[in-house]
């Protein structure tokens, strides 16, 4: 039975890691995509999810889906020009949505810094967008499923510990300013839209993530370590390596999944 339980997948290393969860993506979205009906997909950046945006670009059953029917947002973007390297969407649309037929309309960037005034004008129009979507007057989509990268210090998008914007309730986006990670400014998707998700999978691998992810399962503040208050409604999936999950208690690691 489905369940919101946080639970480990491990690979045995970060290559494998990627491919299994291209794999296992593209297996899920073809066969909702059969059904019918609208699958929504929160994207997030990141070194490792950048691997698995090439695996997914260069799967060979990449083609096997209705991409029609399949529409991605970003959990987070840097507010910095639209031509930037720095974007999470150009790394996106490089390494995968570029390589699929997907109509332009199925893809939700967040509006650059030459496009939008300031980061609290950005959040507030892709907050519009979200509301869009949302289903029975709801105030964003509900994702099938949300990726999520998880840093050292244990955040998530761009909410990092102990900073007002994990905080957040009432809005569905939010300006980030002085950001502890560069670039600086920023635009995010707050708690309540990514924990709305069915599924959350949380992607970390190494050395320098271990700690994050001991503290994730083991029900830390989510103030001090975001990834351990981030949770999808029937699925919270941690995918590792190996090296990373070294401590992880075998009672959490989900062999089957």
């Not at 990449?62 to 020009?81: G, I, L, Y």
């Not at 939010?174 to 920023?186: I, L, M, N, Q, T």
């Not at 707050?190 to 949380?202: D, E, G, L, Q, Y």
Request: glycine fraction near 8%; hydrophobic fraction near 45%; include cysteine.
């Amino acid at each position: 039975m489905p369940t919101a339980e946080k639970r480990v997948v491990i690979s045995p290393d970060v290559d494998t890691l990627t491919g299994s969860i291209a794999a296992r993506f593209l297996d899920r979205v073809a066969k909702w995509g059969t059904d019918g009906r609208t699958v929504n997909v929160g994207l997030a950046g990141g070194g490792i999810m950048t691997d698995v945006l090439e695996r997914l670009g260069s799967h060979p059953e990449r083609d096997t889906v209705d991409w029609s029917r399949v529409h991605f947002w970003w959990v987070d973007e840097r507010f910095v020009a639209r031509d930037s390297e720095d974007r999470n969407e150009a790394v996106a649309r490089r390494a995968f949505l570029d390589a699929i037929e997907l109509p332009t309309s199925n893809v939700h960037p967040i509006a650059a810094s030459d496009e939008a005034p300031d980061a609290e004008a950005a959040a507030s129009a892709y907050a519009a967008e979200l509301a869009t979507a949302g289903i029975d007057g709801a105030a964003w989509p509900v994702f099938d499923i949300c990726f999520l990268g998880v840093g050292p210090d244990g955040h998530i998008a761009s909410l990092f510990p102990d900073r007002g914007e994990i905080r957040i309730t009432d809005s569905a986006v939010s300006a980030v300013h002085d950001s502890p990670k560069p670039p600086a400014e920023r635009v995010t998707l707050t708690r309540p839209v990514i924990n709305a998700s069915k599924r959350v999978w949380m992607v970390l691998a190494g050395p320098d993530k271990s700690a994050a992810l001991g503290l994730a399962l083991a029900g830390a503040s989510y103030h001090s370590v975001p990834a351990a208050g981030a949770k999808g409604t029937r699925r919270t999936i941690l995918f590792t390596d190996e090296a990373t999950a070294a401590q992880v208690p075998p009672e959490l690691i989900d062999d089957e999944y």
